[in-house]
């Protein structure tokens, strides 16, 4: 639709015309401002911990271990060096030999979402699938942060209470 | 003929004063829509509806996505 618009104005005497195809569900999946009605509705982007801890494939898992203890974080997300998120270190997998390089050890291709997903939407699958936290990445899979269930539901709670009072 | 541009595109043709049109039917656009830009549903996109574009200076059209 983009592109036949971008050729009608051609057609009207524009001359210098560009089409951006991938269009507003590319800007906004990168987490690029929004504006309308649904600009004021809560998204995980709102909430995300962006200072959730990153790890190297070829780390070891002690010192990644102790590096998130003294911050107190029970995950850690393992990126590449453009920050693409390729898995994830939690529960069980912190009980393996100190010395294991984080890729014999790490959850691979862990789940991910965009941050202009709803709030709502994300919280009701997060219950379904049973799951405490969500990492959050652009549409490029570059890390954004990670979410935590508690603080979206804490989000809608207060945000009820507030339109309540409207 | 048109270019096709990405994102970064976008940001930078911005930046230097180009105009945003998105050609969605009008609720859509209502609903979520980028900064700064303006509405003409491809439909209604006529020799009238373009009068609010400044002919001098570059377009973007964007819809939702590649459809």
Same mark, same amino acid.
């Given at each position: ?47 995300? %911990?962006? !200072? #959730?801890?990153?790890?190297? $494939?070829?780390? &070891? ?52 979402? %965009?941050? !202009? #997903?709803?709030?709502?939407? $994300?919280?009701? &699958? ?41 | ?52 574009l400044n002919r001098a200076c570059p377009v973007i059209t964007y819809c939702h996505d590649f459809q």
């Amino acid at each position: 639709m983009s592109a036949r618009a971008a050729w009608r104005l051609e057609s009207l005497g524009f001359t210098e015309v560009y089409c951006y195809a991938a269009g507003k569900l590319d800007w906004f999946a990168f987490g690029l401002p929004m504006a309308g009605k649904f600009a004021e509705i809560p998204k995980a982007g709102d909430i995300v %911990r962006q !200072d #959730v801890p990153t790890c190297k $494939l070829t780390d &070891r898992l002690g010192e990644v271990y102790e590096r998130c203890q003294a911050f107190g974080w029970k995950v850690c997300v393992v990126v590449n060096e453009l920050n693409v998120v390729l898995g994830r270190l939690r529960g069980e997998a912190w009980k393996a030999d100190p010395q294991t390089p984080i890729e014999e050890v790490m959850e691979n291709g862990p789940s991910t979402f %965009r941050p !202009d #997903v709803f709030l709502k939407t $994300l919280v009701k &699958r997060m219950l379904n699938k049973k799951v405490g936290s969500v990492i959050i990445t652009n549409s490029d899979g570059v890390l954004i942060g990670i979410l935590y269930r508690k603080d979206a539901e804490e989000r809608l709670s207060r945000d009820r209470i507030v339109n309540e009072l409207v | 003929m048109p270019k096709d541009i990405i994102r970064n595109d976008v940001q930078r043709l911005m930046a230097n004063g180009a105009q945003l049109v998105e050609v969605l039917p009008s609720d859509e656009y209502e609903e979520a829509h980028l900064p700064e830009a303006i509405n003409i549903p491809l439909k209604k996109l006529d020799g009238q509806s373009i009068q609010i574009l400044n002919r001098a200076c570059p377009v973007i059209t964007y819809c939702h996505d590649f459809q």
